[in-house]
């Protein structure tokens, strides 16, 4: 039998003490990767499916070929390697403040780090993904994207840095959408259920709005839990 709790790595960063941990689910049999920010759970990769259906509720509304991607927010992996699935996709920019978060995967510690870094399509930016989505030459030298996949707080009324508010009403949401080609979408994960107030700041900016409620089982509740994936197409 493997070791059952391992802390893979632990550092001090600008926000606090973020931490990588892998312990051995002995209910479901499996090794299970969480992140830590001081004593609070991050992510896990026990729930990951609205982080899947954050890429493909995004890219299923994204037209033509040669996709241009960016996801903000590496965490764990699992929204990039699902826009990476979708053979569409051209080029995958991933935002990521943390540059620990960014080693985890080049040094292997997570399962889907091959994935990801052995994927040419992909590449890692380590960067603040609010002040390069305000700015004018937006996440790579004014170039346009087909979508934006946003993972970072934990939703828009609940965020990790006060600084990051300003990003969800409606100039912030307008400064983010001047990096989309015509046509371009954008979406946002949410473990808050839909907020009416968002989405109508959401549709001032984009043509055509909707919240999406994504279920997934909860065996820790014995029941189901539901995240919300937000999808804005200009």
Not at 101 to 121: C, K, N, S
Request: glycine share 10%; proline share 5%; net charge negative.
């Amino acid at each position: 039998m493997g070791v059952r709790f391992e802390e893979l790595d632990w550092q001090e960063t600008p926000i606090g003490a973020i931490s990588l941990r892998r312990r051995r689910d002995p209910v479901l049999d499996v090794d299970v990767f969480e992140v830590k920010l001081d004593d609070e759970y991050l992510m896990s990769s026990l729930f990951t499916v609205a982080e899947v259906e954050l890429a493909r509720l995004g890219l299923a509304k994204s037209s033509g070929s040669d996709l241009d991607v960016v996801v903000g927010g590496l965490g764990l992996g699992y929204t990039a390697r699902a826009a990476l699935e979708d053979r569409r996709v051209r080029s995958l920019l991933v935002v990521e403040g943390l540059g620990e978060v960014i080693e985890w995967h080049q040094r292997g510690l997570l399962p889907l780090a091959p994935e990801l870094t052995g994927d040419p399509r992909n590449r890692f930016v380590h960067g603040d993904f609010f002040a390069l989505a305000a700015s004018p030459e937006g996440f790579d030298d004014g170039r346009r994207f087909d979508a934006i996949l946003l993972d970072i707080d934990h939703s828009p009324q609940n965020v990790l840095d006060s600084g990051h508010a300003g990003f969800y009403a409606p100039d912030g949401l307008r400064k983010m959408a001047a990096h989309l080609r015509p046509g371009g979408v954008f979406a946002l994960w949410s473990d808050d259920p839909p907020e009416d107030g968002f989405t109508r700041d959401l549709a001032e900016v984009f043509d055509d709005v909707t919240a999406h409620v994504v279920r997934f089982d909860n065996h820790y509740t014995g029941g189901t839990s539901a995240n919300t994936v937000y999808v804005g197409t200009c």
